[in-house]
């Protein structure tokens, strides 16, 4: 909405028309010259048509964005409200630019000559970044017919839009190296109701007759049942490494940060086992702290997608890294996703790891990712630190490999399959107890 009202004001084209006109006028009367009236008689027309169109009623003007929420890459149209506009014309409109906004018209501007009754065209906008992004801001004037007052131009506050990660709809093939719970889909190491095909067995008192198996019973001569493995879901726990972001962002279809990977790899990971009926909950290492606990559901997704738009980058300022509680029960299925750059991360890591909990490390720094440009000698100094702590990463790395937690770098929804099966398959090994 405009901050403070707006008047109409005679547009200098007017003024021009009146005084050139006028001293045209006088100038012919004063030396006999006719010539003169026939020169200035247009400019004179055009201000009297201008002056019977004298608006009398001032407009009155909204924007607002058609979706309070989108997905990034996504689009949505921002409306002009208007509201007594019988005496406007032509309407301009100019759009502020903001970052990771693109527009349509490319440049943000563009004018319309408005018919009695006709609504003004909206502009289209698309924002490129996940996160918070202020829609709607603009100045608009209008004029009326033969350009004879103005209104305007007025600026309009923009609102704040929600722009959610992109997800990929994708389910995994992967098992759960340790599945708990029976409501999900995934295979239980233990009989119970389920669709999936496990032995055949003697018949005791309890058993369902719709599982009798009258072949093997008649060639057996006793009663025998099909018994099945259990379906079971898995609990997983998201951990987010928000502590810095590494590298440049150029939105949907350009360069990502480590940070833009690591967002949109959070949304689909818990797509991907919300979809298939697992409990998912999300912890982000932020100033914010944001955490969503475990739960199902379209609605639980939403809530998670919604946390990791508001994510800022930063350091927790209430409790250290090495000692946060991940409440990660037995069983729980934890994915970090950090570029390991931080040593007390990587210590919390391997603790869980100590736990006997199966930890998946998913390395988010694109390649070739370099520190933010500095002047001068100071690049050089800049370069050399970046280095130093690349090698520092390698070694984390390389310790995390150690104690048995796997990493990888993230290639999509499906970068976790063939590691979730390498877990279950180590889950199911035997183990020799001291």
Known sequence: MNDAPTRWHATSSLGRSLIVG????????????????????????????????????????????????????????????THDLDDVEHVTRMM?????????????????????????APFEVSPRRWGTRSVGGEKVAMTTAWAGYRWGPVALMGREVGVLPTVTHVRSGGEAPQPIGLIGAHRSRRDGDGTEFSSIRRFHAGDRLRRINWRVSLRQGTLHVESTRAEEDTAVLVIVDALADYGESEGVGGAASSLDVTVRAASSLAEQYIGGGDRVALRVLSPGG??????????????ILILLSRIRPGIPRDVAIDQIDFRATAGTVVVVISPMLSEPLATATVRLVRRGLPVIVVDPLPPGSTPSAYPGSEAKVAELAWRMR???????????????CPVVPWNGPRTLEEVLRRLARRAAMPRVGA
């Open 390 to 404: 690349l090698l520092d990463r390698s070694h984390l790395l390389t310790q995390l490999a150690a104690a048995g």
């Open 96 to 120: 502020s630019p903001q970052p990771f906004l693109a527009a349509h018209p490319v440049d943000g501007v563009f004018g319309q000559l408005l018919s009695r009754g006709e609504a003004v």
């Open 22 to 81: 006028g001293l045209g006028a006088a100038l012919a009367l004063a030396a006999g010259r006719p010539g003169l009236v026939v020169l200035v008689a247009p400019l004179l027309l055009m201000a009297a048509l201008a002056l019977v169109h004298k608006p009398v009623v001032e407009p009155r003007v909204f924007s607002t964005p058609a979706r309070q929420q989108l997905h990034e890459g996504q689009g949505t149209r921002l409306r002009l409200e």
């Open 290 to 303: 944001e955490y969503a606990g475990y739960g199902t559901g379209t609605r639980h997704l939403r809530r």
